[in-house]
Structure formats: structure tokens, C-alpha cells
């Protein structure tokens, strides 16, 4: 499995907060938006216990979304992790962004209060 051409640059720190809201952003959209209303609703139809519930967790939306960014965007992790292969870095990616945008998350449902 090859990855697009890693987009990331040497400021790492700056890489994962990109990396992070960018998850954040589409895992929010997708969950909470009115624009993915009927998206939603037809997914939970499909499959209510797999498809229902993914999309309406943000922790289990967000792990697959990291894996899409990893394979299109370049590992996150791989800049820390040399000596993993690709599929590693993928794995390990979505584990860090499921992780990262449920903080987020809660971070601002905590400011929001």
C-alpha cells in the first residue's frame, strides 16, 4: 500500500495540530451537521449497529477518518515512528486522531457549558 506523496512538513508539532483539525473538522460535520442528516439516517437504516453508530461516535468516526488522511495526506506518525511499515503508520495514525479529536471534542463540550 503506498501513500500519496507525504505533504507534511519538518515543524512537526505544526503537522498534528493541521492533522488534528482537519480530523476534527470532517469527524463534526459529519456527526452533527444538518448537511449529513439524511446521510445519517439512511446509514443507520443500512446498518444500525455498525454504520448507526459510526456515525454518530466521535471516537470510532474519527479513527477511520484518520486512516483516510494518512493514506492521502502522508503518516503523522511515521515522522516519529521510522521503523514501522506503511500499514503501522496508517493504524497508528487512526488511533492518534480518534484520540485527538475526542479531546478536542470534550474540551469544547466542557466550554461550551
Not at 14 to 31: K, P, Q, S, T
Not at 70 to 76: A, D, P, T
Amino acid at each position: 500500500m503506498k501513500c500519496v506523496q507525504n505533504v507534511w512538513t519538518k515543524n512537526i508539532k505544526m503537522n498534528i495540530i493541521v492533522f488534528l483539525l482537519i480530523a476534527y473538522g470532517i469527524a463534526n460535520i459529519m456527526i452533527f451537521s444538518s448537511i449529513f442528516g439524511r446521510w445519517r439516517k439512511l446509514c443507520n437504516y443500512i446498518s444500525p449497529k455498525f454504520l448507526g453508530e459510526l456515525f454518530t461516535c466521535m471516537i470510532c468516526l474519527p479513527f477511520w477518518i484518520g486512516i483516510f488522511l494518512s493514506i492521502v495526506l502522508g503518516s503523522v506518525s511515521g515522522q516519529y515512528f521510522d521503523n514501522l511499515n506503511e500499514i503501522g503508520q496508517v493504524f497508528f495514525d487512526g488511533c492518534f486522531t480518534s484520540a485527538g479529536v475526542w479531546l478536542i471534542h470534550n474540551i469544547q463540550e466542557k466550554l461550551e457549558r
